[in-house]
């Protein structure tokens, strides 16, 4: 008769191994993260990427300080106070945006104005926009001026015609010398409509 065969069974892996192998899995995460604070680390003073710092990263994503994508950034790292960024804000945001590295992080703001593109997500960076421009304690309103300068950052790039209205009309009126949350969501809603009546006066003639 032939001899059985019997399968030998795999013995179970060592915890040895099992530890390694999760250690090596946790030592790739650390390594990300350590890449991200070594970055926040490059344009960070005292703890804190303060103005300086954001000039220093403008430079090295090759772009002015006032380009919109500064402030799109600032909406992904859900930044607290103009011109600053903490290294927890800037952990979180980045990990978000899977960035961990200065490539990566050029790659990831320029995507970011199609991320707006989305109804949804542009009302929340328009609410954020007014939000991070309130630079005082119990800070409720922002003056014309600057609200002109944030319709035009904002949202000029798809409503050109409805924003140059507004800001000529805000430029010469009188009655208001700030603006308050509610008045800048309103905005908002006032170039959609707007908008929408120009697609549907195009499409009759």
């Known amino acids: 008769m032939p001899r059985s065969c019997k399968r030998k ?105 199609k991320e707006v593109k989305e109804p949804s997500q542009l009302e929340d960076f328009h609410s954020f926009a007014f939000r991070y421009h309130l630079t005082e304690e119990k800070q409720k309103y922002i003056d014309i001026e600057t609200i002109c300068e944030l319709l035009n950052l904002v949202l000029r790039s798809q409503f050109c015609l409805q924003v140059d209205s507004l800001i000529e009309y805000l430029k010469v009126q009188s009655d208001y010398k700030v603006i308050n949350l509610d008045q800048w969501v309103n905005f908002l809603r006032f170039c959609r409509e707007h908008f929408a009546e120009s697609l549907t006066m195009l499409a009759l003639l």
Not at 79 to 93: C, I, N, P, S, V
Request: hydrophobic letters at 35%; glycine letters at 6%; proline letters at 4%.
């Open 9 to 113: 069974s795999s013995a179970p892996p060592s915890p040895s191994r099992v530890k390694s192998f999760s250690d090596s899995r946790s030592g790739k995460a650390k390594t990300k993260d350590g890449v991200r604070i070594d970055l926040f680390n490059k344009y960070a003073n005292n703890g804190i990427i303060d103005p300086d710092g954001i000039m220093v990263l403008c430079k090295d994503l090759e772009m002015e300080h006032t380009d919109v994508r500064m402030l799109l950034l600032a909406w992904k790292l859900k930044a607290a106070k103009l011109g600053y960024f903490t290294q927890d804000e800037w952990q979180k945001g980045l990990k978000t945006c899977k960035v961990d590295s200065l490539s990566s992080l050029k790659k990831a703001v320029s995507e970011l104005g």
